[in-house]
């Protein structure tokens, strides 16, 4: 256990449904990152935080998907009108927010695994 | 764009060590971590090299040479329960975001 908490652990819902998920980060932790991550591959960076702040947000992600990080604590992920192609893992992690080559080490969650039917 | 490549599978035996290369290709770069994932689980981080050379921790090594965009995850001793995903990742901004290679499989074998 990281420290990290995610809410739900696993999601199923139809095509065409919105859905949202929880991130509580570790208490301390600055930053705040969004990934996506399917079977063979490597999380995919979807979006992240620093404090409240969304400061970067992949091209990779569509209109359908938003984020918030309201009080510089938990987020919330949320896709609009779910399609197939979104059925993955989604992964939260939170880091301190070192700056420079120092470690940042990001600490992840256990996940939300979504299935679109 | 961005691209890390390291080998999709290796398989070594209890006790052996085993070499995870991960070459990179990315806009920027501030350092190199490795994580392991256990199937169902959380990638763990298991180190970081910001600087060329060997970092040791343990049992497992990384390596790194930004001259060559190549790194190295060294795992000694290998055991049972080192079977698991490890990926490398490369910290492109100082804001701390990362870009993840797809991950080796190791199986470790009695």
């Known amino acids: 256990d990281t420290g990290v908490s995610q809410d739900p652990r696993h999601k199923i819902t139809k095509r065409g449904q919105n859905v949202t998920f929880r991130c509580d980060p570790i208490s301390e932790h600055n930053r705040l990152y969004w990934y996506r991550q399917t079977l063979g591959q490597g999380p995919e960076f979807l979006t992240y935080?620093?404090?409240?702040?969304?400061?970067?947000k992949s091209r990779l992600l569509s209109d359908r998907f938003s984020a918030e990080r309201p009080k510089g604590s938990f987020s919330t992920l949320e896709i609009q009108r779910t399609e197939q192609g979104d059925s993955a893992m989604y992964l939260c992690a939170s880091s301190l927010g070192t700056s420079g080559t120092s470690t940042d080490t990001q600490y992840f969650g256990p996940g939300t695994r979504l299935t679109v039917l | 764009g961005q691209s890390l490549e390291q080998p999709s599978e290796v398989t070594a035996v209890e006790g052996a060590i085993v070499q995870i290369n991960c070459t990179y290709q990315?806009?920027?770069?501030?350092?190199l971590s490795w994580y392991q994932q256990h199937d169902g689980g959380a990638p763990t981080f298991l180190s970081y090299n910001a600087l060329d050379g060997l970092e040791e921790t343990g049992r497992f090594s990384s390596f790194l040479s930004r001259s060559d965009s190549y790194g190295y995850l060294l795992l000694q001793e290998l055991q049972m329960k080192d079977s698991a995903s490890y990926f490398c990742a490369v910290r492109v901004s100082n804001a701390g975001k990362s870009t993840f290679g797809d991950g080796t499989t190791l199986t470790v074998k009695p």
């Open positions: 990315t806009s920027g770069f501030y350092g």
């Open positions: 935080f620093q404090n409240e702040a969304q400061l970067e």
